[in-house]
């Protein structure tokens, strides 16, 4: 059973910064990984879409990797806004296009 | 188009009584998906269908849950009778294919048994 880790739980980081969120899975056997982020109270919004033949994939200011073979992916966030606040989770997506979440990262960025 | 929409956005009913959750996947999408939201538990999937059809249930959690996509713009969500244990946000979601595709969300609904 597939098993999605995401570190931090919580992040607090001055506007401007460049940051890294982390997320690892067991089971390397997946179709793609989907980034999301979650505004409180509201619904899960695509970021990023990567499938399991790319390394990375970008948008803006954001870029994601992904390796496989060790079962990680990050979430890379350039020059931090207040406005990137939000819990931000990745997914697996297996068969079927079953996605397994990960219990997500908490971002505060700070004026 | 305006995505996948979710009714209502906010429910509260009464331990017993049957709720009915609503969903519009984005039109030409053929695979739905249910999912539910707790503190506890994080995200996980109900039930899945691919054109229409129930392929994959083992997320509902008993036999108080029943899902139905009469057709291929309309989808819901039953709980009867419903308890406490069933407060969280129920997610309803839409892709296009069965892999390798991009799931789109509906807002939710949140759903409070008392």
């Known amino acids: 059973k597939q098993e999605v880790t995401q570190i931090p739980a919580a992040l607090s980081v001055p506007e401007g910064e460049n940051l890294v969120l982390n997320c690892s899975f067991t089971?390397?056997?997946?179709?793609?990984l989907q980034w999301f982020r979650q505004d409180p109270g509201k619904g899960l919004t695509s970021l990023l879409l990567?499938?399991?033949?790319?390394r990375e994939q970008t948008s803006g200011r954001l870029n994601a990797s992904l390796d496989k073979s060790s079962g990680r992916s990050t979430l890379y966030i350039a020059a931090s806004q207040p406005g990137d606040s939000a819990t931000y989770l990745c997914?697996?997506?297996?068969?079927?296009?079953?996605?397994?979440f990960g219990t997500g990262t908490r971002l505060q960025v700070t004026l | 188009d305006a995505g996948v929409i979710q009714s209502p956005r906010h429910e509260v009913t009464e331990m017993g009584q049957e709720v009915t959750l609503r969903c519009k996947p984005i039109?030409?999408?053929?695979?739905l998906f249910w999912y539910r939201q707790t503190m506890m538990r994080g995200l996980e999937l109900l039930i899945y269908?691919?054109?229409?059809?129930?392929?994959?249930d083992s997320g509902m959690p008993e036999d108080r849950f029943s899902a139905k996509m009469p057709n291929a713009s309309f989808s819901t969500l039953k709980i009867q009778p419903s308890e406490p244990r069933d407060s969280a946000v129920y997610f309803c979601?839409?892709?296009?294919?069965?892999?390798?595709?991009?799931?789109?969300f509906g807002q939710g609904t949140r759903l409070t048994v008392v």
């Open positions: 979601a839409s892709s296009f294919g069965r892999r390798n595709t991009e799931a789109f």
């Open positions: 089971d390397s056997a997946i179709y793609n």
């Open positions: 990567i499938q399991s033949s790319q």
């Open positions: 997914a697996t997506g297996g068969t079927a296009s079953k996605l397994t």
């Open positions: 039109s030409g999408h053929n695979s």
């Open positions: 269908f691919n054109n229409n059809v129930p392929i994959d």
